[in-house]
């Protein structure tokens, strides 16, 4: 019998396979969040429209990649932990970003979209057919 291929943007089914492209997401956030807290408030308000773009296609990718909602929490988390370092102040007094209200904007969007995408009601994919309920 021949083994069909994986289908494109199927989730990984080894252990640590998994633990790799939770690794790699967790890095893309941390480099989604260093890119976004720069571009945001350069190009306001576009810049900030990107960023976010970037941050949605992220948590979303994420969740399809791995085909788990994790996929999506593992980046949000390191997105938000290097959003918050970034905002904190240094002995000397001045901080890395002003309190500006895009980066606010970029802060609150960009949690919030990492929330809707690991809390999607249904997983991209799953298998479930849309339909009434109870036959």
């Not at 994790?70 to 959003?83: D, I, K, M, Q, R």
């Not at 904007?105 to 949690?111: C, I, R, V």
Request: proline share 9%; hydrophobic share 50%; glycine share 16%.
């Amino acid at each position: 019998m021949r083994s069909t291929p994986p289908a494109p943007g199927a989730a990984p089914t080894s252990t640590p396979v998994r633990a790799v492209s939770y690794a790699v997401l967790a890095l893309l956030g941390i480099a989604v969040a260093a890119a976004g807290s720069l571009v945001q408030d350069g190009w306001f308000p576009f810049g900030l429209l990107l960023a976010l773009a970037g941050c949605v296609g992220l948590f979303y990718g994420g969740t399809v990649l791995t085909g788990t909602r994790a996929g999506a929490w593992v980046p949000s988390g390191a997105w938000l932990f290097t959003v918050l370092a970034l905002t904190m102040s240094r002995p000397e007094g001045d901080a890395v970003f002003p309190a500006t209200i895009g980066f606010y904007l970029f802060l609150l969007l960009g949690a919030m979209s990492g929330v809707m995408c690991a809390t999607l009601p249904r997983l991209p994919g799953d298998g479930g057919t849309p339909g009434r309920l109870g036959g």
